[in-house]
């Protein structure tokens, strides 16, 4: 088994390793109807020919005999720190448990510590048992939880997060005013990908109880919207996230 990058070659087979192992991880839960549409969205060849083309992007691929077994996918952003964000760990069902995921994401690893990120995140949905079980065998921490919304029902998804050089904890909520002049919380560990910079989760108390919105990364402004399906747009300077995506992990 061989672990390199991927290529434009590779987009065929990485739809396919999508489309099964999507399916084995959340076929209990979700009807195949919205998981074909997921890995259409998600996975259609510009959007992933783009990410291929984009330095701030990691994507590999396992390879056994010519064939693709699994995938991982990682973007590094500039927040208040720099972050390595799992968007991506896919492995195909039948390969499973062969150590197929360890090794894929010990070279994701490795190339977001070459890009200086200090903090590596990965998301679960909860539903999603052997995915949450394998970060924490990877000595990722569970750190927070939110709700999301997919195909009209609620879904719990947790937060991971490691630090792979430094073994320290990091106070990572921040006080902030609204143009009202209520108080906030904005969770700098918990944020979305956006073209121009993060949307950071805001809440009404420290607690993280009572959600307020988004604060986008790029302007630090409060004035954002969403759509139902999960698009998130800054109105004071056009930052903006495709649509949402479920978890970094299906394995």
Not at 219 to 238: A, K, L, P, Q
Request: hydrophobic share 35%.
């Amino acid at each position: 088994m061989d672990i390199r990058e991927a290529t434009a070659a590779d987009i065929d087979g990485i739809r396919t390793v999508a489309h099964d192992s999507l399916a084995a991880s959340y076929g209990h839960a979700l009807e195949d109807d919205i998981i074909a549409q997921a890995v259409e969205r998600w996975y259609d060849e510009g959007t992933l020919t783009d990410d291929l083309d984009d330095p701030s992007t990691e994507f590999l691929v396992a390879v056994d005999e010519d064939r693709i077994v699994g995938f991982a996918q990682s973007y590094v952003v500039e927040r208040r720190e720099t972050v390595g964000e799992i968007d991506w760990l896919h492995v195909e069902p039948p390969s499973r448990g062969s150590g197929i995921g360890d090794g894929l994401l010990a070279a994701l690893e490795r190339r977001l510590l070459d890009h200086g990120v200090s903090r590596i995140e990965g998301r679960v949905l909860e539903a999603n048992e052997s995915g949450a079980g394998f970060y924490e065998r990877e000595n990722f921490e569970a750190i927070g939880e939110r709700t999301v919304e997919i195909g009209g029902e609620p879904f719990v998804e947790k937060l991971y997060s490691k630090f792979p050089e430094a073994g320290g904890r990091q106070v990572l909520t921040e006080a902030a005013t609204l143009p009202d002049g209520r108080q906030v919380y904005v969770a700098l560990d918990e944020s979305v990908r956006g073209a121009d910079g993060p949307f950071y989760a805001v809440y009404l108390d420290r607690d993280r109880t009572e959600r307020y919105g988004y604060l986008c990364g790029n302007c630090d402004g409060f004035g954002i919207s969403m759509d139902t399906m999960g698009r998130v747009v800054c109105e004071d300077c056009e930052n903006r996230r495709k649509p949402t995506r479920w978890d970094a992990s299906y394995l």
